[in-house]
């Protein structure tokens, strides 16, 4: 009897455990089921190449350019293209040999940085003005920039240096000579493909009325004058490109941006100086040199092309 009722609560046991395992089998038996998206992302490129085919290409260009002579109108072309994947903003900056040349004609002042510099050579309406010979700092050539397509952004003189500086962004300008005030121009967006218009009017630059060296040393201190026969110059052009959106001028979360020229060349200009080695003040190149008499100029070295730091 006892072996009976022991056998009972054996068997028991046994199916009551049996029905706990099928209990907890059920309790993780879903159907499930599970998928991942990648989300990717591409980095645009921005990329810009600057070209001068006619200065290149015609014999008004860098061929007529080895013989300069007063008065004369050389070819300059600058022109940017958009060759990279991403929109951007584009600026233009070159160098003319600034120094104490002597030269006829009328050479007004300008201010730069709150400071009146003389013999500024912007446009081609003083050239052959009346008036005696002008000894002081003004630029080698005179220019006339396409003011429906640039502005300028920034405008300096070095006399150490010999240079002047001019920085023109790609922007909505007046359509005249008159100066517009960077920051209410608008940026012109270049997609890829772009290419921006010719940076000066009429694809050309004019040498100044220069008086001969013979003369200028027989009438002024030799010291202080800048001799031009048989001189090399430079004009060195660079080009800085930027993305057109969320350029930050600030720290708050809404800024969505800057688009006007003065505000996105301030932050291209804070790139410039901490991110591309080659375009550092070093790397310009200079602006004049003397000959070797062999027809090259060792110390005129051009610029150099921007490469970022390592």
């Known amino acids: 009897m006892l072996k009976e009722n022991k056998g009972r609560k054996v068997t ?113 309406d003083e050239v052959n003005a009346s008036g005696s010979v002008n000894i002081a700092y003004k630029d080698l050539f005179r220019h006339d920039v396409n003011h429906e397509d640039f502005v300028l952004v920034e405008n300096r003189a070095d006399m150490a240096g010999k240079y002047h500086e001019y920085v023109y962004a790609y922007a909505n300008g007046t359509g005249n000579t008159e100066t517009l005030d960077p920051a209410s121009a608008e940026m012109k967006v270049m997609h890829k493909g772009d290419k921006t218009a010719p940076l000066f009017r009429n694809e050309k630059i004019r040498v100044i009325d220069l008086v001969e060296d013979a003369w200028a040393v027989q009438h002024t201190n030799p010291l202080k004058l800048e001799l031009t026969e048989n001189k090399f110059f430079n004009i060195p052009v660079r080009t800085y490109s930027i993305q057109t959106t969320d350029i930050i001028t600030t720290d708050g979360v809404n800024d969505t941006g800057a688009t006007n020229a003065a505000d996105v060349w301030k932050v291209v200009k804070a790139q410039v100086n901490t991110k591309y080695q080659g375009m ?31």
């Not at 994947?85 to 104490?100: K, Q």
Request: glycine residues 10%; charged residues 15%; hydrophobic residues 35%.
């Open 12 to 124: 028991a046991v046994a199916v009551l455990m049996l029905f706990t395992l099928c209990i907890a089998g059920a309790t993780y038996s879903y159907f499930t089921d599970h998928h991942a998206v990648m989300n990717e992302f591409t980095v645009g490129q921005v990329k810009t190449e600057l070209t001068e085919t006619k200065w290149h290409s015609d014999p008004s260009g860098k061929a007529a350019a080895k013989e300069l002579r007063p008065n004369m109108t050389i070819v300059k072309d600058p022109v940017v293209e958009n060759t990279g994947t991403s929109d951007c903003y584009t600026f233009i900056a070159f160098r003319v040999p600034y120094s104490n040349f002597a030269a006829l004609g009328q050479f007004g002042p300008e201010k730069i940085n709150n400071q009146n510099v003389p013999g500024l050579c912007q446009g081609f």
């Open 280 to 310: 550092k003040e070093e790397n310009w190149g200079n602006v004049t040199g003397s000959n070797d008499g062999k027809g090259n100029d060792a110390s005129n070295h051009g610029a150099a092309n921007p490469a970022p730091v390592s």
